[in-house]
């Protein structure tokens, strides 16, 4: 096994890229001394498959020199994607990992991914000790894919549907809504999102919101009251409530913890 703690890979760069509808204009070029990781948070991109396949949110595509990265998304999507990339002081940058590989845990990886984002750009950590976190829990991830292989392509209603609570999240929305995007009826949306997705279109609804509002108060000083109408709350008390439903502490207690 080629492990990455046999390289002297060095991390030089953690962001996000967000693409035009259709996908980016061209991809980018990943050096034969470089390793990019993308993991797709929002959104559909085809991958590299000889016949290509349409991977949505939790992908991961790993890309070792000289390669390049994903770039092309359906006509009506787009994606969204946290970027990772480190630089070797060889250039026979080699893993036994995949193209490919899905990470499960939606919840963990948009929690995992502020993390990092925060840690690389605002912490003051030591970027060696941040890559090696990176490294390691992909690592993690990569093996649970690989104990419970299953099929990553995405079902094209269940594309649109996703794509549709993306953009209007901050709306009223109801679930006749986000079938009729799809084409599709509610109880074929409910069931598109049980069986790829493992729960309900308001449950994506609602994590979409909270993670956008998360993101807001970590990174912003906007009131609570306007984080809370700009995700789709009007009544600040019922987005107090669900914000900590879900992150298990309210929302001014969350924002000191990431502006200390």
Same mark, same amino acid.
């Given at each position: 096994?080629?492990?990455?703690? /046999?390289?002297?890979?060095?991390?030089?760069?953690?962001?996000?890229?967000?693409?035009?509808? +259709?996908?980016?204009?061209?991809?980018?070029?990943?050096?034969? /001394?470089?390793?990019? @990781?993308?993991?797709?948070?929002?959104?559909?991109?085809?991958? #590299?498959?000889?016949?290509? @396949?349409?991977?949505?949110?939790?992908?991961?595509?790993?890309? @070792?020199?000289?390669?390049?990265?994903?770039?092309?998304?359906?006509?009506?999507?787009?994606? /969204?994607?946290?970027?990772?990339? #480190?630089?070797?002081?060889?250039? %026979?940058?080699?893993? %036994?990992?995949?193209?490919?590989?899905?990470?499960?845990?939606?919840?963990?990886?948009? *929690? !995992?991914?502020?993390?990092?984002?925060?840690? #690389?750009?605002? &912490?003051?950590? %030591?970027?060696?000790?941040?890559?090696?976190?990176?490294?390691?829990?992909?690592?993690?991830?990569?093996?649970?894919?690989?104990? =419970?292989? $299953?099929?990553?392509?995405?079902?094209?209603?269940? &594309?649109?549907?996703?794509? !549709?609570? /993306?953009?209007?999240?901050?709306?009223?929305?109801?679930?006749?809504?986000?079938? %009729?995007?799809? +084409?599709?009826? *509610? &109880?074929?949306?409910?069931?598109? !999102?049980?069986?790829?997705?493992?729960?309900?279109?308001? =449950?994506?609804?609602?994590?979409?919101?909270?993670?956008?509002?998360?993101?807001?108060?970590?990174?912003?000083?906007?009131?609570?009251?306007?984080?809370?109408?700009?995700?789709?709350?009007?009544?600040?008390?019922?987005?107090?409530?669900?914000? $900590?439903?879900? #992150?298990?502490?309210?929302?001014?207690?969350?924002? =000191?913890?990431?502006?200390?």
């Amino acid at each position: 096994m080629k492990s990455w703690r /046999n390289l002297p890979l060095r991390l030089t760069q953690v962001g996000t890229y967000t693409s035009q509808m +259709g996908g980016s204009r061209k991809p980018a070029l990943v050096e034969r /001394n470089q390793m990019l @990781v993308e993991i797709i948070l929002e959104g559909t991109v085809y991958g #590299f498959e000889e016949v290509p @396949v349409l991977h949505g949110e939790g992908s991961v595509f790993c890309h @070792v020199g000289p390669r390049v990265s994903v770039s092309i998304s359906p006509p009506e999507s787009y994606y /969204n994607c946290l970027v990772v990339r #480190f630089e070797c002081e060889r250039a %026979d940058v080699a893993l %036994d990992w995949p193209r490919t590989f899905p990470w499960k845990d939606r919840k963990a990886l948009h *929690v !995992f991914s502020e993390e990092m984002l925060r840690a #690389f750009h605002y &912490s003051g950590l %030591d970027r060696e000790v941040i890559g090696s976190l990176i490294l390691a829990r992909l690592d993690f991830e990569l093996e649970g894919s690989r104990s =419970q292989a $299953r099929n990553q392509a995405i079902h094209p209603q269940l &594309s649109l549907a996703t794509d !549709f609570i /993306n953009k209007h999240y901050a709306q009223s929305l109801s679930l006749e809504d986000v079938a %009729d995007a799809a +084409g599709i009826s *509610v &109880s074929h949306l409910h069931m598109l !999102f049980r069986d790829h997705l493992g729960e309900s279109p308001h =449950q994506y609804l609602i994590q979409k919101r909270m993670r956008i509002a998360g993101h807001a108060l970590a990174t912003g000083d906007l009131p609570i009251k306007v984080v809370s109408a700009e995700v789709g709350y009007p009544n600040a008390e019922n987005f107090c409530r669900a914000f $900590r439903k879900f #992150f298990g502490r309210s929302a001014s207690e969350y924002r =000191q913890a990431y502006t200390r």
